[in-house]
């Protein structure tokens, strides 16, 4: 199965990709909207995208994976099971009650950590993460991520001499969805348009 | 191994129990503190736990996972991955950009759910959650949790007919300690008083 392919008609046909006017976690607006918290409830589907960031994994140097709550975590903690890489992961905030502390787990010092995460868009909550874990200790040179939307995420974190790897970006999924006629030409218009917006 | 042994002894080496006056989610005081989130970021734990898991709900009725996150979420991700069930879970609150709802993936109708927490006290998230699963047309008969803290969460579950499976208690886990020689009488003692007060 070519994973860019099963994953662009996956994302049609459960409704994960939708189209409309939506506002995103940075107050940015957008034509469409990826829900990949959809896909555990596919175990097949679940299975085979935790499979390939397995493989993107066991090419990338590192020892630890990092991820970001709640949707990149639910990749992360599969990833970390099916890969026997330890696992922490940055809250956004520190909760009130029991402990306080903004990284779950334990972060050996000095670990070389691998940022897991659903989709990029802009990168700003990668880097937040990034910095944290810095600030900690640690060393973060790579991130894995399932989709890039393309708006400036890879940039971002090659500023701060991150790698940015993903399975498939919005606009290998426009054009398989658009030559295969699962999107009209007024929607691929659209969402190349949102491409670095 | 024995996972009741094994279990209790790691939470001491790691500090995923500690001891102390700590104030828990429902706001009530504890003297003890379970923080299993730790437990991913020891791989072989991690999928000894998840393993422990998967054996009890292979002999549960059920063909869908339901997580609460995020503690509950890590091990039910990696649960959902192993058993090839699929994961829904259910949010606090329902976030304010994108799409809004309570339930994260796909329920399908009439759908039997076993929820998973990582720790239940007195039931009451558990019992929120399967109230809201009920709600959106899904059977909840059966929650499995890594520990039960024996703080009424147990009959509170089974007023609304649901069962509950731990691996261990915190009662098992106190004797385990204090037999051998982890824990001091002062400890021993202390947890035994938190026990249904």
């Known amino acids: 199965m070519d994973i860019k392919y099963e994953l662009a008609e996956f994302l049609i046909k459960s409704n994960a990709i939708r189209f409309g006017l939506f506002k995103l976690s940075s107050g940015k607006s957008s034509p ?21 960031l397995k ?8 020892d630890y ?6 949707s990149g975590l639910v990749y992360a903690s599969a990833l970390s099971y099916a890969s026997s890489k330890p696992l922490v992961y940055v809250r956004k905030e520190s909760k009130e009650y029991g ?14 950590i691998i940022i897991i995460d659903d989709v990029i ?16 200790g640690a060393v973060v040179n790579n991130v894995i991520t399932i989709i890039d939307r393309l ?3 890879r940039g971002a974190l090659s500023k701060i001499s991150i ?10 999924i426009a054009d398989i969805l658009y030559d295969n006629n699962m999107i009209d030409e007024d929607i691929f218009t659209t969402i190349n348009e949102q491409i670095s917006s």
């Open 32 to 52: 469409y909207y990826l829900d990949l918290r959809i896909i555990p409830s596919f175990p097949s589907y679940f299975k085979f995208i935790v499979d390939a």
């Open 55 to 62: 493989e993107k994994l066991d090419k990338i140097k590192g």
């Open 65 to 70: 994976l990092c991820a970001i709550p709640t």
């Open 99 to 112: 402990t306080s502390k903004l990284i779950e787990g334990y972060l050996k010092p000095g670990s070389e």
């Open 121 to 136: 868009t802009s990168g700003r909550s990668i880097i937040n993460t990034a910095e944290i874990i810095r600030r900690n």
């Open 151 to 153: 708006e400036g995420g």
């Open 163 to 172: 790698n940015l790897f993903s399975l498939v970006t919005i606009k290998e």
